[in-house]
């Protein structure tokens, strides 16, 4: 590598590793979210009057967050087009959230609305779409990353977690479509009963699997990389 290219590199990586820690960070944080707006449907009334105005906040503010640390990680083989288009989609669904948190507010304040609680609904499948997303950016970089190691874990866990996404998101559109139907088979009343139970938990469960697993994939890389620049090869 020509030296003259070594400094521009260096700060290509150098934002490259802040870009996967805000990362990181961030989608530390929206877990909390979720599991704030959870807490906030099962309190009491008089805890949800309290908070309820600010529910739109974290959201509206990490969504920014999220959308700073795909940023950052343009200046890393900017001459990619294959990789930059990834990260392109990536901002268009942090973009998206950000323009859509304020509708939490309305609808916890006015939940019959029928705007509203499409909104929240188009917030909550945006925010899905961004992490699984985001995973496809984790693929793109550690395709162009030497480590063959990391790159086949990041390859591994990366489809595993997008396979589960898109299934989740299948079985919820499927369950909805069902519940709107006039007259359900007998056969598939208690299915639906038992879906209904579980409810909210199954769907954190089924969602913060993967987030976990992204966070530690970003970890990871970051952890990595940062080695590779404080103890370069001989």
């Known amino acids: 590598m020509p030296e003259a290219a070594k400094p521009e590199l260096l700060r290509a990586l150098g934002r490259l590793v802040r870009g996967l820690s805000t990362l990181f960070w961030g989608l530390a944080l929206t877990g909390l979210v979720c ?15 309290t908070f309820s105005p600010l529910a739109f906040l974290p959201a509206f503010l990490l969504s ?9 990680l ?8 294959i990789w930059q288009r990834a990260l392109s989609r990536a901002e268009i669904f942090a973009v998206l959230d950000a323009g859509l948190a304020p509708f939490l507010y309305w609808w ?20 899905l779409f961004l992490l699984v997303q985001i ?16 790159r086949a874990e990041t390859r591994l866990f990366t489809a595993f977690n997008i396979s589960l996404l898109l299934a989740f ?23 639906m009963e038992a879906a209904g139970a579980a409810g909210i938990w199954l769907a954190l469960f089924l969602i913060l699997m993967p987030l976990a697993m992204t966070m530690a994939l970003l970890w990871k890389i970051k952890e990595v990389i940062f080695t590779s620049l404080t103890n370069p090869d001989p």
């Open 35 to 49: 599991l704030e707006m959870v807490y906030l449907e099962t309190a009491p009334a008089v805890w949800r009057e």
């Open 64 to 72: 920014p967050l999220l959308w700073h640390g795909l940023n950052q």
């Open 74 to 81: 343009r200046a890393f083989q900017a001459q990619e087009r």
């Open 108 to 127: 916890h304040k006015f939940p019959s609305v029928p705007l509203y609680a499409a909104c929240v609904g188009l917030l909550f499948l945006s925010s």
């Open 135 to 150: 995973n496809c950016v984790l693929q793109r970089l550690c395709a162009m990353l030497p480590d063959e190691t990391l």
């Open 169 to 191: 998101l299948a079985g919820l559109s499927i369950y909805f479509f069902l519940t709107r139907l006039p007259l359900l088979p007998v056969w598939l009343g208690p299915w």
